[in-house]
């Protein structure tokens, strides 16, 4: 069994002691101060004590946590009063992380992190090692994983052959029965076995100077959102100065320039300019630290990021464990060309950084390379997607006005009861009203799936917009759900889910608001493209070179899709499909018209 190292024994005890040592020490000034129990005096006393009880505790747990890397199994124990010993097989693993903080790559120390399938927590951490083990068990775990999953593939395999040689007589031999290896050799005469050479690597992708730039100002991180609340006790009494600047040279308050309403409407919409400007800023900060130095590379069947200014991240994702392919572009990326690339695992999913959660595998490129990426991951075609009804199109649409009008209804009833808020402020959601059909015209454009030869894909989304591949083989469960305002629309969704955890923060992939009879054909073909696609999976051993094999693997697609598509009744005819070219991203086309007319 092997301890951590040393000095995160000593990071822990001071951290401890500095902890046990402040509760110690708050914890009797607030009994002797407004509570008036005790004396002031015991602080100093308590403060000192808990220190020592902490550093204690930390060099305690630090003295039970030891951790083993056998053939088969990670053991891990641990436990100061209770001991705790876990056994995490191998071939459960799916990731493996290493990161390294500030102080940490100071003092030449790092954390392991190991996922498994089947959660979103994290199995085990190793808080903290040495550089140099950190690597070994990140190499060794993996050499390890590779060769448990190797000899259960290939014991599927004998067990298949044996299978077919007992079912053709094959198996009974007519020079005698012989039980050693195939070649005949023992393991003396085959020679002392060489170690693993170190697998190759492929460099996928590098994030250049200019692209790092270009995504820290078009990428928003919801943490930014805290920047001007922690920074208002510094600039606080200057941004208050400003807007009574702003409000005065208006006129307001002096009879003169704009009314006062209109003084405080445009110095309320002044601040939050300022408030949207220091979350920009600080949400590009953020991100330049994030994915400074972004390396993505191939070795052997997985894919290894690193990244990070302050603190370096890296870690690794199994190709043969992935479960969805997802390109995001927001607003600004999809104005200039540009999309993202992630990719997610059973045990793993976009933005949590190693908490159940892999990191953007691309985190900014043009669009043209993101989808090759993507396909040489999951193979699949030129995108057509299907667009849902017309009418989906106008349930958005009324949706957006019963949303304006709430809002105004709520900011009027407020501004009658605060009496300082202007009538004219309470009515600004009232601007959604013309804004509705944009909004909603946009939200249906961006909405749509395509059934691709090996894969489904989905889309959805006008500010950040998601096409998420699926292959079939990974499905888990396909539904089709009916809220009470789509049955009044005649309109279902259909989800493929997969055993992805990002299910639980980002949703599964999921076509919006499709005809209720197509969502149900649609539903059934998911289910038999993945029948279709275990069979012949099981069929060639669990790999197929291309993504397909043979002519032979979609047959039958074509009645399936007649019958999917059957334009016979109400507004089929005014689904719209779309060939969303790589780059080309306006002039979509316009409704299609059926037997019923533009808006059937």
Same mark, same amino acid.
């Given at each position: 069994?092997?301890?951590?190292?040393?000095?995160?024994?000593?990071?822990?005890?001071?951290?401890?002691?500095? $902890?046990?040592?402040?509760?110690?020490?708050?914890?009797?000034?607030?009994?002797?101060?407004?509570?008036?129990?005790?004396?002031?005096?015991?602080?100093?006393?308590?403060?000192?004590?808990?220190?020592?009880?902490?550093?204690?505790?930390?060099?305690?747990?630090?003295?039970?946590?030891?951790?083993?890397?056998?053939?088969?199994?990670?053991?891990?124990?641990?436990?100061?009063?209770?001991? $705790?010993?876990?056994?995490?097989?191998?071939?459960?693993?799916?990731?493996?992380?290493?990161?390294?903080?500030?102080?940490?790559?100071?003092?030449?120390?790092?954390?392991?992190?190991?996922?498994?399938?089947?959660?979103?927590?994290?199995?085990?951490?190793?808080?903290?090692?040495?550089?140099?083990?950190?690597?070994?068990?990140?190499?060794?775990?993996?050499?390890?994983?590779?060769?448990?999953?190797?000899?259960?593939?290939?014991?599927?395999?004998?067990?298949?052959?044996?299978? @077919?040689?007992?079912?053709?007589? $094959?198996?009974?031999?007519?020079?005698?029965?012989?039980?050693?290896?195939?070649?005949?050799?023992?393991?003396?005469?085959?020679?002392?076995?060489?170690?693993?050479?170190?697998?190759?690597?492929?460099?996928?992708?590098?994030?250049?100077?200019?692209?790092?730039?270009?995504?820290?100002?078009?990428?928003?991180?919801?943490?930014?959102?805290?920047?001007?609340?922690?920074?208002?006790?510094?600039?606080?009494?200057?941004?208050?100065?400003?807007?009574?600047?702003?409000?005065?040279?208006?006129?307001?308050?002096?009879?003169?320039?704009?009314?006062?309403?209109?003084?405080?409407?445009?110095?309320?919409?002044?601040?939050?300019?300022?408030?949207?400007?220091?979350?920009?800023?600080?949400?590009?900060?953020?991100?330049?630290?994030?994915?400074?130095?972004?390396?993505?590379?191939?070795?052997?069947?997985?894919?290894? +990021?690193?990244?990070?200014?302050?603190?370096?991240?890296?870690?690794?994702?199994?190709?043969?464990?992935?479960?969805?392919?997802?390109?995001?572009?927001?607003?600004?990326?999809?104005?200039?060309?540009?999309?993202?690339?992630?990719?997610?695992?059973?045990?793993?999913?976009?933005?949590?950084?190693?908490?159940?959660?892999?990191?953007?595998?691309?985190?900014?490129?043009?669009?043209?390379?993101?989808?090759?990426?993507?396909?040489?991951?999951?193979?699949?075609?030129?995108?057509?997607?299907?667009?849902?009804?017309?009418?989906?199109?106008?349930?958005?649409?009324?949706?957006?006005?019963?949303?304006?009008?709430?809002?105004?209804?709520?900011?009027?009833?407020?501004?009658?009861?605060?009496?300082?808020?202007?009538?004219?402020?309470?009515?600004?959601?009232?601007?959604?009203?013309?804004?509705?059909?944009?909004?909603?015209?946009?939200?249906?454009?961006?909405?749509?799936?395509?059934?691709?030869?090996?894969?489904?894909?989905?889309?959805?989304?006008?500010?950040?917009?998601?096409?998420?591949?699926?292959?079939? +083989?990974?499905? $888990? @469960?396909?539904?089709?759900?009916?809220?009470?305002?789509?049955?009044?629309?005649?309109?279902?969704?259909?989800?493929?889910? @997969?055993?992805?955890?990002?299910?639980?923060?980002?949703?599964?992939?999921?076509?919006?608001?499709?005809?209720?009879?197509?969502?149900?054909?649609?539903?059934?073909?998911?289910?038999?493209?993945?029948?279709?696609?275990?069979?012949?999976?099981?069929?060639?051993?669990?790999?197929?070179?291309?993504?397909?094999?043979?002519?032979?693997?979609?047959?039958?697609?074509?009645?399936?899709?007649?019958?999917?598509?059957?334009?016979?009744?109400?507004?089929?005819? @005014?689904?719209?499909?779309?060939?969303?070219?790589?780059?080309?991203?306006?002039?979509?086309?316009?409704?299609?018209?059926?037997?019923?007319?533009?808006?059937?």
């Amino acid at each position: 069994m092997t301890r951590l190292h040393p000095l995160s024994a000593v990071l822990d005890a001071a951290r401890a002691a500095l $902890q046990f040592g402040s509760f110690g020490f708050f914890a009797v000034l607030l009994l002797s101060g407004p509570l008036g129990f005790g004396d002031a005096a015991a602080a100093f006393v308590l403060a000192p004590l808990g220190a020592v009880v902490g550093a204690g505790y930390a060099v305690a747990r630090y003295l039970r946590f030891e951790y083993d890397l056998r053939p088969e199994h990670l053991v891990v124990t641990s436990g100061v009063f209770a001991r $705790q010993e876990r056994e995490i097989p191998l071939r459960r693993i799916q990731n493996v992380d290493v990161s390294r903080g500030v102080i940490q790559r100071l003092l030449g120390l790092a954390t392991v992190r190991f996922e498994t399938a089947g959660g979103s927590a994290t199995e085990a951490t190793l808080d903290a090692v040495g550089v140099d083990e950190a690597e070994r068990l990140r190499h060794e775990v993996g050499e390890r994983v590779r060769a448990v999953r190797e000899r259960e593939r290939a014991s599927g395999d004998a067990a298949g052959r044996g299978a @077919t040689a007992e079912s053709t007589g $094959q198996a009974a031999g007519t020079a005698g029965t012989r039980t050693g290896p195939a070649d005949g050799l023992t393991g003396t005469e085959r020679g002392p076995r060489t170690p693993a050479a170190e697998p190759e690597r492929e460099t996928l992708y590098e994030i250049s100077g200019g692209d790092l730039l270009v995504l820290s100002a078009v990428s928003f991180r919801p943490g930014a959102i805290a920047a001007p609340v922690f920074g208002a006790p510094f600039v606080g009494d200057l941004v208050v100065d400003g807007l009574l600047v702003t409000f005065r040279l208006l006129g307001g308050g002096r009879g003169g320039g704009f009314p006062d309403d209109l003084a405080i409407l445009f110095t309320a919409l002044a601040g939050l300019l300022a408030f949207a400007l220091a979350v920009w800023v600080a949400s590009a900060a953020l991100t330049y630290v994030r994915y400074y130095d972004f390396r993505l590379e191939r070795v052997a069947d997985e894919l290894r +990021y690193e990244r990070g200014l302050a603190g370096r991240y890296s870690g690794t994702i199994p190709l043969d464990k992935m479960q969805t392919v997802t390109v995001g572009e927001n607003a600004a990326m999809r104005r200039l060309g540009y999309a993202s690339l992630s990719v997610e695992t059973a045990g793993y999913a976009p933005g949590s950084d190693g908490a159940g959660g892999a990191e953007t595998t691309v985190p900014l490129a043009s669009r043209d390379r993101v989808f090759s990426l993507a396909r040489d991951l999951q193979p699949f075609g030129e995108r057509s997607f299907r667009r849902p009804p017309t009418r989906a199109r106008r349930r958005y649409a009324v949706r957006y006005v019963i949303v304006s009008f709430v809002l105004a209804g709520l900011g009027l009833a407020a501004a009658r009861a605060l009496s300082p808020v202007p009538d004219l402020v309470a009515l600004v959601p009232l601007v959604g009203l013309p804004l509705a059909p944009v909004a909603a015209r946009a939200k249906w454009r961006h909405r749509g799936y395509d059934e691709a030869d090996d894969a489904v894909l989905t889309r959805s989304g006008f500010w950040h917009r998601s096409t998420r591949v699926v292959p079939y +083989y990974r499905l $888990q @469960t396909v539904f089709v759900r009916r809220t009470v305002f789509q049955r009044r629309w005649g309109l279902a969704s259909v989800t493929a889910d @997969t055993a992805s955890t990002s299910s639980f923060v980002v949703g599964d992939a999921t076509a919006y608001d499709l005809d209720g009879g197509d969502a149900d054909r649609l539903r059934e073909r998911l289910i038999e493209r993945l029948r279709a696609d275990l069979a012949e999976r099981r069929g060639s051993g669990g790999t197929r070179g291309d993504g397909r094999r043979g002519d032979d693997a979609d047959e039958g697609a074509g009645e399936d899709d007649a019958d999917g598509y059957d334009a016979g009744e109400d507004d089929r005819l @005014t689904d719209e499909v779309e060939a969303d070219e790589d780059g080309a991203d306006g002039g979509a086309p316009g409704d299609a018209t059926g037997p019923g007319g533009p808006n059937a």
